[in-house]
């Protein structure tokens, strides 16, 4: 998901609790602070000599042991991001990222999937990242291209 597409679903969703959560159904704990909105830029040289760049809006969260029993609602988030947009350049182009880690979910930045809204809260859906090797990923393309050119 694009920044400007959480921030636009956000903006739909004003005072609803704001809830991220796994395939499995797990949820990030209520109470949980946004504690880093990461503007991250990423220049690279893969295995197959060539350079990649893209940015990342990373979002950092974390639990406190004596965490409040509620979620932070869409509109306190937004908040947040537009004095951090006021401050720091973030592409709205860029990933958004979910960077957490507890029990349920390992320590790594989270793709977001998509997200959900009801009456109460919107949702969005966390994915773990996956590695590839993208020298082939753009081999199997283009064959995939030629056969179909």
């Known amino acids: 998901m694009r920044t400007h597409e959480f921030i636009k679903a956000l903006r739909n969703s004003a005072d609803k609790e704001l809830i991220f959560?796994?395939?499995a159904g797990q949820s990030i704990h209520a109470g949980y602070h946004l504690t880093e909105i990461k503007a991250a830029s990423f220049e690279t040289v893969d295995c197959g000599g060539k350079t990649n760049r893209w940015s990342e809006t990373i979002l950092q969260l974390?639990?406190?042991e004596d965490a409040e029993d509620t979620?932070?609602?869409s509109n306190k988030f937004l908040r947040i991001y537009d004095k951090v947009r006021r401050l720091v350049p973030v592409d709205e182009e860029a990933e958004i990222r979910i960077e957490y880690g507890d029990e349920n979910f390992f320590?790594?930045?989270y793709h977001v999937s998509?997200?959900?809204d009801d009456n109460v809260a919107i949702r969005f859906f966390l994915e773990p990242p996956a590695t590839t090797c993208?020298?082939?990923?753009?081999a199997l393309a283009g064959k995939a291209e030629s056969c179909c050119a």
């Not at 993208?134 to 753009?138: G, I, L, S, Y």
């Open 62 to 64: 974390w639990v406190p």
């Open 71 to 73: 979620y932070m609602k």
């Open 21 to 23: 959560a796994n395939a």
């Open 114 to 116: 998509e997200s959900h």
């Open 134 to 138: 993208k020298a082939r990923d753009r």
């Open 107 to 109: 320590p790594t930045a």
